[in-house]
């Protein structure tokens, strides 16, 4: 009787919020964004660890809840309603509001869906709909820089999801059962298990907007409106960590080199975001920098977990209350900021045009080079001044002083990236 | 008296008497013909039914009728073409139903569907061929069948197209003919092997011909596949209406060539001899250049149309690229792509008539807005365009899925990074389109709209996009259910691989 309940309660969180976003059943309704979150607010409630196998659906799937998970479920309701309720009045004044509910009650349904999946066909399907669904919040707004973060976006996630789709396939050819307990083992131990291991923390880095792949939450976080924000914490973000959390093989195998790359990565982030935030950054950045350091640490705990397996066992029960943390934590802090910035009538930075080129090589070392030009104008003039005398007024060697320049810039770029590691060494060793 | 061998005959007879009739009627007899048109397409359905059925529980059904001396006309029904049978029935109802509600009130409409209805015979025909000679006559029937439906409007456009497609399925037929004689010649044998070709016990002296007898067959199908370089009648043959275009690319003719291409590599030759040839390597990666150079062409169409023009050329492809990795799941991936592209495709073209019947629209750029106003049709090619990108639950997951799943178990990996690079493409061409019907601003008029009163455009116009995007979405979602394209697939590849 209970498995029957249980069941029941199962579907109905996940196909209630699809039903609603049929305009033609959420315009009859009163609160229909209310009224999809209430199934899910049932089964937080409900006590065990209901599950459901649906063999019959894709390549079989299944969906659970047990006490990890009821975190992030938690979480999630918690960021939903508020949108909810923030986006009730706003609403009311747009015209394409129902356009608008159907991509809110999409994405609320891609987050619970990702959230009780209990293998990794189902996660990817629901993450997928919550991915395009939140797309599509984020550039309701129409304005062009929107558009722009939207774009940012959309390219980040479908470069993601191709990533996370290879990774699907070396699961699915290493082994026949998708669901998360049994995968991890068996991905630890395969010949495939460090590209998978890569394509799984690169395809979640892209989502999470972890350091140096974070383009797109800057663009995100200047131009999201205020439920958007809301939502840009608790949904994609915290859902990255999530998925990361729930598809890499941790606690079965230390990684060594790679773990300990991921482990750089993160730390790297942690300290260039702060860097960013006490030297240079705009108020209004904050919130996306400080994001940037919260994934990172995030990303350095999973290097810590993926080089020592033991410590990662002792302590795994902890990251579900801290991902729901980070979740609420950033949600919050992304829509305070979003609504001072309204509140003071601060316009929505409009976005310098990206060429395509630095779209994909990102622009992340672009800060600390200015912050080393500053220190260094006199050393840089001196050689520039240098480099003039030599090439007069001639065009072919104004190129090459361009040339030059460039290379010089990758150069302190490099040179600090190499020492940044250099000093993460030190203090590791 | 064995009823089994009459049902491949009545399969034929469905489409073919409806075709006959229909073409001595009179322009006015809208009623007659509507009736003729659509009980032919349901009592094949039904007989689809019972024969899916039968195939299941191991009857066999064969019509063998005496030809050539030494040759037979061969009809046989078993799972590999049944699968084709299935989608050709089931979308023909789709389609005719479509037709009947976009051709309202044009002339010529009873040379239309008599042509249309012949079409499917053919199709029919050559999903049931049993043997070479059989599949070249229907063949060559469905490039007949298929031109006045291309030129149809009458225009000196659709004419010049129609000349096009005609040059190029011509030669390729005569290409597919000389491979055909040739490789009688050799064997004394044309009918297609129940499982593996019928090669095996040839000489290795005749290998070099066999290699230049593969190259012709697949030349000669690969026309019809649109295989690059021999795709390029497709792209012209747009101008055609929606429903032709629809069973052009959907149904009918480019279906039958990759389903030529299928059987000359399981049924002629056989994977495993086809391999030990060394043909299936080049093979693989003509149809992965297709995939890809394709793609890229239909980025910088402006024309709808042609967009999805280029989009079938890519993705026609992937049957052939399943068939090329020689593998049992690759195989699944490859046959299930016939008939999910099919449904994913056919919805898209349905839409794009919609939008050109109801609002004028023929081009990506005149799209703004277009979602608010046909939410409807916009929404059954969200679920198309989905289905092409390959995001799930939509049908063209599950054929990425064991695609790229049959590629690793083949040890062919770069497949994987073709099938990536595609998804990506795809991406980059389909979402602009969704971006603009969704998140742009109508304008304040379209460029010919055509007023349905409140609802968005004609019943018949827009159940068949809604129906055929569900049947994408469901043989996604439900793709472990008994009868689904994915376990009728298993079914294929196993009968193909596992040999008692």
């Given at each position: 009787?209970?498995?029957?309940?249980?069941?029941?309660?199962?579907?109905?969180?996940?196909?209630?919020?699809?039903?609603?976003?049929?305009?033609?059943?959420h315009?009859?309704?009163?609160?229909?964004r209310?009224?999809?979150?209430?199934?899910?607010?049932?089964?937080?409630?409900?006590?065990g660890?209901?599950?459901?196998?649906?063999?019959?659906?894709?390549?079989?799937?299944?969906?659970?809840?047990?006490?990890?998970?009821?975190?992030?479920?938690?979480?999630?309701?918690?960021?939903?309603?508020?949108?909810?309720?923030?986006?009730?009045?706003?609403?009311?004044?747009?015209?394409?509001?129902?356009?608008?509910?159907?991509?809110?009650?999409?994405?609320?349904?891609?987050?619970?869906?990702?959230?009780?999946?209990?293998d990794?066909?189902?996660?990817?399907?629901?993450?997928?709909?919550?991915?395009?669904?939140f797309?599509?919040?984020?550039?309701?707004?129409?304005?062009?820089?929107?558009?722009?973060?939207?774009?940012?976006?959309?390219?980040?996630l479908?470069?993601?999801?191709?990533?996370?789709?290879?990774?699907?396939?070396?699961?699915?050819?290493?082994?026949?059962?998708?669901?998360?307990?049994?995968?991890?083992?068996?991905?630890?131990?395969?010949?495939?298990s460090?590209?998978?291991l890569?394509?799984?923390?690169?395809?979640?880095?892209?989502?999470?907007?972890?350091?140096?792949?974070?383009?797109?939450?800057?663009?995100?976080?200047?131009?999201?409106?205020?439920?958007?924000?809301?939502?840009?914490?608790?949904?994609?973000?915290?859902?990255?960590?999530?998925?990361?959390?729930?598809?890499?093989?941790?606690?079965?195998?230390?990684?060594?080199?790679?773990?300990?790359?991921?482990?750089?990565v993160?730390?790297?982030?942690?300290?260039?975001?702060?860097?960013?935030?006490?030297?240079?950054?705009?108020?209004?950045?904050?919130?996306?920098?400080?994001?940037?350091?919260?994934?990172?640490?995030?990303?350095?705990?999973?290097?810590?977990?993926?080089?020592?397996?033991?410590?990662?066992?002792?302590?795994?029960?902890?990251?579900?209350p801290?991902?729901?943390?980070?979740?609420?934590?950033?949600?919050?802090?992304?829509?305070?900021?979003?609504?001072?910035?309204?509140?003071?009538?601060?316009?929505?930075?409009?976005?310098?045009r990206?060429?395509?080129?630095?779209?994909?090589?990102?622009?992340?070392?672009?800060?600390?080079?200015?912050?080393?030009?500053?220190?260094?104008?006199g050393?840089q003039?001196?050689?520039?001044?240098?480099?003039?005398?030599?090439?007069?007024?001639?065009?072919?060697?104004?190129?090459?002083?361009?040339?030059?320049?460039?290379?010089?810039?990758?150069?302190?770029?490099?040179?600090?990236?190499?020492?940044?590691?250099?000093?993460?060494?030190?203090?590791?060793? | 008296?064995?009823?089994?061998?009459?049902?491949?005959?009545?399969?034929?007879?469905?489409?073919?008497?409806?075709?006959?009739?229909?073409?001595?009627?009179?322009?006015?007899?809208?009623?007659?013909?509507?009736?003729?048109?659509?009980?032919g397409?349901?009592?094949?359905?039904?007989?689809?039914?019972?024969?899916?059925?039968?195939?299941?529980?191991?009857?066999?059904?064969?019509?063998?009728?005496?030809?050539?001396?030494?040759?037979?006309?061969?009809?046989?029904?078993?799972?590999?073409?049944?699968?084709?049978?299935?989608?050709s029935?089931?979308?023909?109802?789709?389609?005719?139903?479509?037709?009947?509600?976009?051709l309202?009130?044009?002339?010529?409409?009873?040379?239309?569907?008599?042509?249309?209805?012949?079409?499917?015979?053919?199709?029919?025909?050559?999903a049931?061929?049993?043997?070479?000679?059989?599949?070249?006559?229907?063949?060559?029937?469905?490039?007949?069948?298929?031109?006045?439906?291309?030129?149809?409007?009458?225009?000196?456009?659709?004419?010049?197209?129609?000349?096009?497609?005609?040059?190029?399925?011509?030669?390729?037929?005569?290409?597919?003919?000389?491979?055909?004689?040739?490789?009688?010649?050799?064997?004394?044998?044309?009918?297609?092997?129940?499982?593996?070709?019928?090669?095996?016990?040839?000489?290795?002296?005749?290998?070099?011909?066999?290699?230049?007898?593969?190259?012709?067959?697949i030349?000669?199908?690969?026309?019809k596949?649109?295989?690059v370089?021999?795709?390029?009648?497709?792209?012209?043959?747009?101008?055609?209406?929606?429903?032709?275009?629809?069973?052009?690319?959907?149904?009918?003719?480019?279906?039958?060539?990759?389903?030529?291409?299928?059987?000359?590599?399981?049924?002629?030759?056989?994977v495993?001899?086809?391999?030990?040839?060394?043909?299936?390597?080049?093979?693989?990666?003509?149809?992965?250049?297709?995939?890809?150079?394709?793609?890229?062409r239909?980025?910088?169409?402006?024309?709808?149309?042609?967009?999805?023009a280029?989009?079938?050329?890519?993705?026609?492809?992937?049957?052939?690229?399943?068939?090329?990795?020689?593998?049992?799941?690759?195989?699944?991936?490859?046959?299930?792509?016939?008939?999910?592209?099919?449904?994913?495709?056919?919805?898209?073209?349905?839409?794009?008539?919609?939008?050109?019947?109801?609002?004028?629209?023929?081009k990506?750029?005149?799209?703004?807005?277009?979602?608010?106003?046909?939410?409807?049709?916009?929404?059954?090619?969200?679920?198309?365009?989905?289905?092409?990108?390959?995001?799930?639950?939509?049908?063209?997951?599950?054929?990425?899925?064991?695609?790229g799943?049959?590629?690793?178990?083949?040890?062919?990996?770069?497949?994987?990074i073709?099938?990536?690079?595609?998804?990506?493409?795809?991406?980059?061409?389909?979402?602009?389109?969704?971006?603009?019907?969704?998140?742009?601003?109508?304008?304040?008029?379209?460029?010919?709209?055509?007023?349905?009163?409140?609802?968005?455009?004609?019943?018949?116009?827009?159940?068949?996009?809604?129906?055929?995007?569900?049947?994408?979405?469901?043989?996604?979602?439900?793709?472990?259910?008994?009868?689904?394209?994915?376990?009728?697939?298993?079914?294929?590849?196993?009968?193909?691989?596992?040999?008692?």
């Amino acid at each position: 009787m209970n498995e029957a309940i249980n069941g029941v309660a199962l579907s109905v969180v996940i196909i209630w919020p699809l039903l609603l976003a049929i305009p033609a059943l959420h315009s009859r309704l009163p609160w229909p964004r209310h009224l999809a979150i209430i199934p899910a607010a049932v089964l937080l409630m409900l006590p065990g660890d209901p599950s459901l196998e649906l063999p019959w659906l894709l390549f079989g799937t299944g969906f659970g809840l047990d006490s990890e998970t009821r975190w992030v479920l938690a979480m999630s309701l918690a960021v939903w309603f508020t949108a909810a309720t923030i986006t009730a009045k706003s609403l009311r004044l747009n015209s394409a509001h129902h356009q608008t509910t159907t991509l809110f009650l999409l994405t609320l349904c891609g987050n619970l869906g990702a959230v009780l999946a209990s293998d990794l066909v189902g996660f990817f399907t629901f993450a997928t709909l919550m991915g395009y669904g939140f797309y599509g919040l984020l550039i309701q707004d129409s304005n062009e820089s929107a558009r722009r973060a939207g774009r940012h976006y959309l390219i980040f996630l479908i470069v993601a999801d191709l990533l996370l789709f290879e990774a699907l396939l070396l699961a699915a050819y290493t082994s026949e059962d998708l669901h998360f307990e049994a995968l991890d083992g068996i991905m630890a131990n395969a010949s495939s298990s460090q590209s998978y291991l890569w394509i799984v923390f690169i395809g979640f880095a892209l989502k999470a907007g972890v350091w140096p792949a974070h383009r797109w939450l800057m663009a995100a976080s200047r131009s999201a409106s205020s439920s958007s924000a809301l939502l840009l914490g608790g949904v994609p973000i915290a859902m990255a960590l999530f998925g990361a959390v729930r598809w890499l093989p941790l606690g079965e195998d230390a990684f060594g080199i790679s773990a300990m790359i991921i482990l750089g990565v993160g730390a790297m982030a942690v300290i260039y975001s702060m860097l960013i935030i006490f030297m240079r950054t705009s108020f209004n950045m904050w919130p996306a920098w400080a994001s940037v350091a919260i994934t990172g640490l995030f990303i350095a705990t999973l290097g810590v977990a993926l080089s020592y397996p033991d410590v990662w066992r002792q302590y795994e029960y902890f990251v579900y209350p801290l991902i729901a943390s980070v979740g609420i934590f950033m949600a919050v802090l992304f829509f305070n900021f979003s609504r001072i910035q309204r509140t003071h009538h601060s316009p929505a930075v409009a976005l310098p045009r990206a060429s395509i080129l630095s779209l994909w090589t990102e622009q992340w070392f672009d800060l600390i080079q200015r912050w080393v030009n500053r220190r260094l104008t006199g050393l840089q003039s001196i050689w520039r001044v240098s480099q003039l005398k030599m090439i007069k007024q001639n065009q072919r060697m104004l190129n090459w002083q361009k040339s030059v320049t460039f290379c010089f810039g990758w150069g302190v770029r490099i040179t600090l990236f190499v020492l940044l590691g250099l000093a993460l060494a030190w203090l590791a060793g | 008296m064995n009823w089994n061998m009459w049902f491949p005959l009545l399969l034929i007879a469905t489409s073919l008497l409806p075709g006959l009739i229909i073409f001595s009627l009179a322009e006015e007899r809208v009623r007659l013909r509507t009736l003729l048109n659509l009980s032919g397409a349901l009592v094949k359905l039904a007989l689809v039914g019972w024969m899916l059925w039968g195939v299941y529980q191991g009857h066999h059904y064969e019509t063998r009728l005496p030809l050539l001396p030494g040759l037979d006309l061969v009809l046989r029904a078993g799972p590999l073409s049944l699968l084709f049978v299935t989608l050709s029935a089931v979308l023909w109802l789709v389609t005719t139903v479509y037709a009947i509600g976009y051709l309202e009130g044009s002339p010529n409409r009873s040379r239309f569907f008599g042509f249309f209805s012949l079409c499917v015979t053919a199709t029919i025909g050559v999903a049931l061929a049993g043997n070479l000679l059989t599949f070249l006559l229907f063949y060559e029937l469905l490039t007949l069948a298929t031109y006045p439906l291309v030129v149809h409007r009458g225009t000196e456009e659709a004419r010049r197209a129609g000349h096009t497609y005609l040059v190029y399925t011509i030669f390729g037929g005569a290409l597919l003919l000389l491979g055909t004689v040739w490789l009688y010649t050799l064997t004394g044998t044309l009918d297609f092997a129940t499982q593996g070709g019928f090669l095996d016990d040839l000489d290795k002296a005749h290998h070099p011909a066999l290699i230049i007898i593969f190259a012709l067959l697949i030349a000669g199908f690969g026309v019809k596949a649109a295989l690059v370089p021999l795709h390029g009648w497709l792209p012209q043959a747009m101008v055609a209406p929606a429903p032709v275009s629809a069973l052009l690319h959907a149904v009918a003719v480019v279906k039958a060539g990759a389903f030529g291409i299928v059987r000359v590599v399981y049924d002629v030759f056989g994977v495993e001899f086809a391999a030990g040839l060394g043909v299936l390597g080049p093979l693989a990666w003509v149809a992965a250049f297709t995939i890809i150079y394709a793609s890229l062409r239909a980025l910088f169409q402006d024309d709808l149309k042609r967009r999805l023009a280029f989009s079938t050329v890519s993705q026609v492809s992937y049957i052939t690229l399943g068939v090329a990795i020689a593998g049992p799941i690759a195989t699944i991936g490859g046959v299930i792509h016939l008939v999910h592209q099919g449904l994913m495709k056919i919805t898209l073209f349905f839409c794009a008539g919609n939008l050109a019947e109801t609002l004028g629209i023929h081009k990506v750029s005149e799209m703004d807005g277009v979602g608010r106003r046909m939410p409807w049709t916009m929404a059954a090619f969200t679920i198309g365009a989905f289905g092409m990108i390959g995001a799930p639950p939509v049908a063209g997951f599950i054929s990425k899925w064991y695609l790229g799943l049959g590629a690793l178990e083949a040890g062919q990996e770069w497949v994987v990074i073709v099938l990536a690079g595609s998804s990506l493409l795809n991406a980059a061409y389909f979402l602009p389109i969704l971006h603009r019907a969704w998140f742009r601003k109508p304008p304040e008029a379209w460029p010919h709209e055509h007023d349905f009163g409140r609802k968005e455009t004609a019943w018949a116009l827009l159940l068949p996009p809604v129906v055929t995007a569900l049947l994408a979405l469901g043989a996604g979602l439900l793709a472990t259910a008994p009868f689904s394209p994915l376990e009728w697939g298993k079914l294929i590849a196993e009968r193909e691989f596992y040999r008692p």
